[in-house]
């Protein structure tokens, strides 16, 4: 805590913050970066939920529009591909995907972080849209009620844990199972998405001006990939 405080006032004066702004307004963006810092790392530590207020409106709308469009060719593949045999599979992983999630994991330097499980139902479906469908209804759910990331943000936490990380996971599946074994191949691709998604998650928030991209993208990936170990397993 001590490093990160004297940081951000370090990069607030050399770059954060406009050189035609005076001392108390420094101050006022000081203590909104701290804040969100300090709420992002309360609200269950180093994870891929991004909260409503962290990403500008603007920013929000261009991750609204791709999931859109993800959502338009999920849907397609849904009515051409699900049955009455597929679709309680789906609902199951989507109820496993809730639990996983509400679940806070410990991992070393003090923190926890929670599984994703994006890769998971795309290789089960061999099919990112089932990812897409399955993620954007649970984070829907666990904005609307439980206050787990934002609405603002939904577009942006999708396209982080379900289309970043189901396209990563199919295709390193698909990449790896000839040569390894369908197994060993599943868990290095949920290893991989989970840091990939992680790595993405913190690049949009550096662009938002959330956390200093310097910060937010070692801090992500270092915490990720031991969270993506667990999720390997």
């Known amino acids: ?25 420094k101050e006022l963006y000081y203590e909104l970066l701290t804040f969100r810092k300090k709420y992002y790392l309360k609200n269950g530590g180093i994870n891929l939920h991004i909260p409503d207020g962290f990403i500008p409106v603007a920013q929000c709308v261009v991750y609204y529009v791709i999931l859109i469009v993800a959502l338009y060719f999920s849907v397609k593949w849904a009515r051409s591909n699900l049955d009455e045999k597929r679709i309680p599979l789906l609902a199951v992983l989507a109820a496993g995907i809730f639990a996983i999630m509400s679940m806070n994991m410990p991992i070393p330097f003090g923190t926890s972080g929670h599984m994703v499980g994006g890769a998971l139902v795309a290789i089960v479906f061999l099919a990112p849209e089932a990812a ?18 934002g609405i603002t943000a939904l577009g ?26 369908k197994y060993p191949a599943a ?21 938002a001006g959330t956390f ?13 990939v031991f969270i993506g170990i667990i999720e390997a397993v």
């Not at 006032?9 to 307004?25: A, C, F, G």
């Not at 942006?156 to 074994?181: D, H, P, Q, W």
């Not at 949920?190 to 550096?206: D, K, R």
């Not at 200093?212 to 990720?224: F, V």
């Open 187 to 207: 868990g290095i691709a949920a290893w991989l998405a989970t840091v990939i998604a992680a790595f993405a998650c913190a690049v949009e928030m550096g662009i």
């Open 132 to 149: 897409v469908l399955v993620f954007t209804v649970v984070l829907l759910i666990q904005a609307l009620i439980f206050g787990d990331g």
């Open 212 to 224: 200093p991209m310097n910060i937010g993208i070692p801090s992500m990936i270092l915490y990720h």
């Open 156 to 181: 942006a936490n999708v396209l982080n844990m379900a289309i970043i990380g189901g396209f990563v996971g199919l295709f390193t599946f698909k990449g790896l199972k000839g040569a390894i074994g």
């Open 1 to 25: 805590n001590y490093y990160m405080v004297n940081y951000m006032k370090k990069e607030i004066d050399n770059q954060y913050i406009p050189k035609s702004l005076t001392v108390e307004e």
